[in-house]
């Protein structure tokens, strides 16, 4: 089962993610987490490149980029999990170019989609935890963590549009989305996701 987290910067993905995987290792179930962009060597050299403040990056060539660490990752680590019944947990999946690309920049939302499904052999996620929290509480929590990469260093209003893709995203693909109150205490962020993966693994098995 893929399982993807989404939301906009410090949206709390990476705490999560740790959370559950925790909880899943500790009860001996196979489980692999991973991210994008990375999560192969390819894909952290193409992370360091998209991620550089120093780099002007055409919205287009964004999309591919961020496909071809896709494509890698799906090829070498996503679909072979998959096969093995792992749940892999997966921070940022395709979703986020539509948000960013699409939504943040401007590019035609099927357009991006279209490319991203080629690129992942059109594998989706079974299950997609959007994590929701306001521009601003994100801001705060990016001063915080100090240090701020190409796309934390957009403004307030790009943030605001990827946001509001997401949620748009969260409606068209309701099936698979669980949209979490990010505000909301850590543990009862987890409890809310484990209780979710496990319905969704139930309502999966033969
Ligand atoms: N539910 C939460 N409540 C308060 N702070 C949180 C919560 N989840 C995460 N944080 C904090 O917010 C910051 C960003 O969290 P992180 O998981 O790294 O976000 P992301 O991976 O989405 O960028 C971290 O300092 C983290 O400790
Ligand atoms: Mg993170």
Do not use: W
Not at 19 to 35: F, I, S
Not at 132 to 143: G, K, T, Y
């Amino acid at each position: 089962m893929l399982v993807t987290f989404e939301g906009i910067e410090a949206a709390g993905k990476s705490t999560l993610i740790e959370a559950l995987a925790q909880d899943l290792g500790t009860r001996g179930e196979p489980v692999l987490v991973t991210r994008e962009p990375g999560g192969t060597p390819l894909g952290d050299a193409l992370r360091a490149i998209f991620l550089d403040p120093s780099r002007r990056v055409d919205p287009m060539a964004e999309v591919m980029l961020l496909n071809a660490s896709r494509a890698q990752l799906v090829a070498d680590v996503i679909a072979p999990a998959l096969r093995t019944r792992t749940t892999v947990l997966c921070d940022r999946f395709f979703d986020a170019s539509v948000a960013y690309q699409s939504f943040g920049r401007g590019l035609d939302v099927e357009s991006v989609l279209e490319v991203c499904l080629v690129a992942t052999q059109r594998i989706a996620p079974d299950l997609t935890f959007l994590i929701d929290i306001p521009v601003a509480l994100s801001r705060e929590r990016v001063r915080a963590r100090g240090g701020a990469d190409r796309l934390e260093r957009e403004n307030g209003q790009f943030h605001e549009q990827v946001r509001t893709g997401y949620l748009a995203l969260a409606e068209r693909f309701a099936k698979r989305y669980v949209v979490l109150d990010g505000t909301l205490p850590r543990e009862a962020l987890a409890a809310a996701a484990r209780e979710h993966i496990e319905q969704r693994r139930n309502a999966a098995l033969p």
